[in-house]
């Protein structure tokens, strides 16, 4: 059965870096055949997809455009785990940050159980 | 503004059925699978459907999927007051090469 872990704070200062991480259970990170990917979801915006990234005899990352400049996404084999860096955050940054495994057209089947990140002096 | 256009809300009484539309285009929808979503307050959104109309083990077949040209469709019959939540389509965008999801339908069981 496979589970994700979320880790991280849940209290980020603005012009800072939020940072979260998954921890993968029952799967690898560095699976040839599924991807790994950040969601956020605001009242305001509801779900976001945020970016993924996968394992093809290569490490690729897709983001979204509204973030691109400020996000990266970093698999970790050694903990099998993969992780968010968002940069120069904003109180518009302030969700709940979920991670997921698939694609999602195809579906991402297993997420983690979130975590409320406030963006906050 | 979301790539993918879905109504805001929708309701209808226990034991009816819903729908729920998924609007975009070529660049996505119309070349892509498509996903739905169920999203309870305090919890992890839910897989509901996959590859446009398959649905994940233990999803009942209450829940069902179509596509057609740039629009889908989530049905739900029988609907039950634990139905009610929100929910999303998600796809890929071939043109922004990202994910993209609906800004979510609110369904209320009256």
């Known amino acids: 059965q496979v589970q994700l872990q979320q880790s991280g704070p849940g209290l980020v200062k603005p012009s800072q870096t939020l940072s979260l991480t998954c921890a993968i259970s029952?799967?690898?990170?560095?699976?040839?055949?599924?991807?790994w990917n950040w969601i956020r979801q605001s009242p305001s915006r509801g779900l976001e997809w945020l970016g993924r990234?996968?394992?093809?005899?290569?490490?690729?990352?897709d983001y979204a455009v509204s973030v691109k400049s400020r996000i990266t996404i970093n698999p970790d084999t050694s903990k099998n785990q993969f992780s968010l860096q968002l940069n120069s955050v904003t109180p518009e940054d302030t969700a709940v940050y979920y991670c997921?495994?698939?694609?999602?057209?195809?579906?991402?089947?297993?997420w983690g159980q979130g975590t409320t990140v406030t963006v906050s002096s | 503004q979301s790539v993918l256009t879905q109504p805001p809300s929708v309701s209808a009484a226990p034991g009816q059925k819903v729908t729920i539309s998924c609007s975009g285009s070529?660049?996505?929808?119309?070349?892509?699978?498509v996903s739905w979503y169920q999203h309870l307050p305090g919890t992890a959104p839910k897989l509901l459907i996959y590859?446009?109309?398959k649905r994940p083990s233990g999803i009942p077949d209450r829940f069902s999927g179509s596509k057609s040209g740039t629009s889908a469709t989530l049905g739900i019959t029988g609907l039950q007051t634990g139905d009610e939540a929100d929910y999303y389509c998600?796809?890929?965008?071939?043109?922004?090469?990202?994910?993209?999801f609906g800004g979510g339908t609110k369904l209320t069981v009256l």
């Open positions: 990234t996968h394992y093809r005899s290569k490490w690729y990352n």
């Open positions: 590859d446009n109309n």
């Open positions: 997921a495994r698939g694609f999602v057209d195809r579906g991402m089947d297993v």
């Open positions: 029952g799967d690898s990170v560095s699976t040839n055949s599924g991807a």
């Open positions: 998600g796809t890929w965008d071939s043109s922004l090469s990202a994910g993209v």
């Open positions: 070529s660049s996505n929808i119309g070349n892509k699978y």
